[in-house]
Nanobody, 110 residues
Framework: QVQLVESGGGLVQAGGSLRLSCAAS????????MGWFRQAPGKQRELVAT??????VYGDSVKGRFTISRDYAKNTVDLQMNSLKPEDTAVYYC?????WGQGTQVTVSS
């Protein structure tokens, strides 16, 4: 069992930046993929970014704007979000295998 606790969501204007952070409650092996998904109202949950060892995958809609990073010593994964757009508005969820965080709201105003 592992708990994932997200922080860093909020309200920002279009073009602004936010940084999300997710902390795991126990040590996570680098071979375990850890990342972020998001879900907007009325839409399916979609991949934002995942990281496993040195391998990183980004969703097409965030490539070039978002950067995922991981601190293996602290068991955290961060998501730096730049050039935010109103369409980035969603609840962002931290993920580790079958485990999910509670979600953090990101709202981008136009």
């Amino acid at each position: 069992q592992v708990q994932l606790v997200e922080s860093g969501g909020g309200l920002v204007q279009a073009g602004g930046s936010l940084r999300l952070s997710c902390a795991a409650s126990r040590n996570i092996f680098s071979t375990n993929a850890m990342g972020w998904f998001r879900q907007a109202p009325g839409k399916q949950r979609e991949l934002v970014a995942t990281i496993r060892g040195s391998s990183i995958v980004y969703g097409d809609s965030v490539k070039g704007r978002f950067t995922i990073s991981r601190d293996y010593a602290k068991n955290t994964v961060d998501l730096q979000m730049n050039s935010l757009k109103p369409e980035d508005t969603a609840v962002y969820y931290c993920n580790l295998g079958m485990f999910w965080g509670q979600g953090t709201q990101v709202t981008v105003s136009s």
